[in-house]
């Protein structure tokens, strides 16, 4: 019986492009991948469901509100003491990092790694807060405009906490 011969394809195994991305330091790209095609699906899904209903414009205060609040709420996400349970199956706890936030790596592997790298990285998660906090203004404006002011007012609340903390040790 003979046996036809292998053909071996000119383009490298998906293994070997990604081999040695990292630097020696393991970077999970796979569950980067599946995150982030998680939240375009969401977000397009999102825009589907509700495009026609969008405004055609946004008022400057509304963007200032959505973006304050994204900070307060992202920041509340993958900082806070408070919140630390919903992140301890991702992350490890470092230390404390002041004012009620806490330092944590990531860690595990894969995906595990990856939604850990989110939840310790407040510019990474506030993403994921932008998204429905947008899509709740055009679905609950009322509601949304009410959670985005409580969570606006705490970050005014927290400004005014740092500067009277820096009056204090001058």
């Keep these: 019986m003979q046996t036809e011969p292998l053909e071996v394809s000119a383009r490298p195994a998906p293994s070997a492009i990604v081999e040695g991305y990292g630097g020696g330091e393991e970077v999970p790209l796979g569950g980067y991948a599946l995150l982030a095609s998680t939240y375009a699906g969401l977000v397009a899904a999102g825009l589907s469901r509700i495009g026609p209903r969008l405004p055609r414009r946004y008022a400057l205060g509304d963007l200032l509100l959505l973006g304050i609040a994204t900070h307060k709420l992202a920041r509340t996400l993958v900082k806070a003491k ?73 970050t005014v609340s927290d400004f005014l906490n740092y500067v009277q903390a820096a009056v204090k040790e001058s």
């Design 82 to 154: 408070v919140t630390s349970p919903l992140r301890a199956p991702f992350v490890h706890y470092e230390g404390t990092a002041g004012y009620g936030e806490l330092k944590e790596c990531s860690r595990g592997h894969g995906l595990r790694r990856a939604i850990g790298d989110l939840l310790t990285c407040p510019w990474c998660a506030s993403a994921w807060v932008a998204a429905p906090l947008l899509f709740g203004f055009v679905v609950r404006p009322r509601t949304t405009r009410a959670i985005a002011a409580l969570a606006t007012a705490a």
